[in-house]
């Protein structure tokens, strides 16, 4: 297989999945092109492994098709379609050793012998477990069990990968670790992999897009630098991030920026490229992120300027997170970059901070869109 994105993987158009009166799966459409990496991201029973299992032919769609390679699989079962599936229990066999394991799916389908030996041992080395061949599975740690699961899935060659947490068993280092090895088997074996979580750290490491879901739906779908920075509605912004919601009522917009308050602050913001005009009167949230608050010295050249007073400081190495109050019940979050011998602030003292126009987002306070992020 070759490297890079092509055309689309798999897909799905306004699937729906229910289970007794709950949807699990709400009008899903996404598609997936060849050679990407892409994350399901929410919170727990937004839909995530339903969905993963619609692609993988373990559930089948109440309404809408799944497509793979451009063709309908919709009611076919998972063993009619050129997809594999990982979980987080990973259910290697215990009784067989690396070998074994990974060419389970060889044998089953009567490959000749030499030629298992040889796609055991190119998998082997792709997950580098090069001299575990003939290892236990009981003997085994649990990233190099991690791979024996990988490549036991990739053996045959399944045009996705779908993997389903398969990482939140293990401790945070190896975690890490695994996160990386996980792109290079990726990029190495020139696949198609999504990828479960609800990790926003994870999605983000790993990703070429993020499909962020809630009740059952895609609330958006997007690389991680548009879902950070051009979130489609406040949900959105705070799953993926630190950011401050200030509620909003609108005022007017004049001379190419949008002035709003909060409480007794009166602030400027740029108007949304692609979200619904939010017109005056009317209430929004604006997301404005921990960094995009300069502190001190910095907050001098800003458009907007406040003053807080300091209630809590949390020192962070590289950086230092100031928690202020406002005035009029508001509390702010500025995380500022620290070097040593930067000026550094205690609580109780008073603080300036600021943005300018382009680093507030005024977001709609509902989820009320839906907008996928154009291929
Ligand atoms: N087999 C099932 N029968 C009944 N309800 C189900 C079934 N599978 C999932 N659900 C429900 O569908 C919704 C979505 O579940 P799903 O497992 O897809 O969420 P998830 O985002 O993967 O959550 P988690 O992160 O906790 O695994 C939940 O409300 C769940 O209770």
Redesign the pocket.
Same mark, same amino acid.
């Given at each position: 297989m070759s490297g890079g994105v092509g055309p689309i993987a798999i897909e799905t158009r306004d699937v729906i999945k229910r289970? =007794?009166g709950?949807t =699990?799966v709400n009008q899903v459409s996404l598609q997936v092109k060849r050679g990407e990496f892409v994350s399901l991201l929410?919170?727990? #029973?937004? #839909?995530? &492994? &339903?969905?993963l299992r619609l692609l993988g032919g373990l559930e089948q769609p109440d309404e809408g098709a799944v497509l793979l390679s451009g063709q309908d699989v919709s009611g076919i079962p998972a063993y009619g379609r050129n997809t594999n599936m990982i979980f987080q229990q990973l259910a290697l066999f215990p009784h067989m050793d690396v070998f074994n394991n990974i060419a389970y799916g060889l044998k089953v389908r009567k490959t000749p012998k030499s030629e298992i030996k040889r796609r055991v041992q190119d998998m082997l080395e792709l997950v580098q477990l090069g001299d575990y061949s003939r290892r236990a599975i009981s003997r085994l740690s649990g990233g190099q069990a991690q791979r024996v699961a990988i490549a036991r899935a990739l053996i045959n060659k399944p045009e996705v990968l779908l993997l389903d947490?398969p990482l939140s068993a293990l401790d945070m280092q190896l975690r890490l670790d695994m996160q990386r090895e996980l792109k290079r088997i990726q990029r190495e074996f020139g696949g198609t992999f999504i990828f479960?979580t609800?990790d926003q750290n994870e999605a983000m490491n790993m990703s070429d897009r993020i499909g962020v879901?809630r009740d #059952?739906k895609l609330l958006q779908y997007g690389t991680p630098d548009e879902i950070y920075e051009r979130p489609v509605d406040s949900f959105v912004a705070k799953f993926i991030g630190d950011t401050n919601l200030l509620q909003v009522k609108m005022l007017v917009e004049e001379e190419g920026r949008v002035w709003v308050q909060a409480g007794g602050l009166k602030l400027a913001v740029r108007p949304q490229e692609g979200l619904p005009a939010i017109s005056a009167g009317s209430k929004a949230s604006l997301s404005i992120r921990y960094e995009y608050l300069r502190t001190g010295e910095a907050a001098n050249s800003c458009v907007n300027r406040l003053e807080g007073i300091v209630t809590e400081s949390v020192y962070g190495g590289a950086s230092i997170r100031y928690t202020l109050d406002m005035g009029g019940h508001i509390q702010l979050q500025a995380s500022s970059l620290y070097q040593r011998g930067d000026a550094r602030y205690a609580p109780g003292d008073s603080l300036l901070i600021g943005f300018n126009p382009e680093d507030g987002l005024l977001l709609p306070n509902e989820a009320s869109v839906h907008r996928e992020s154009s291929l």
């Open positions: 289970y =007794a709950n =699990a929410g919170p727990s #029973g937004c #839909g995530k &492994t &339903t969905l947490e479960v609800h879901m #059952g």
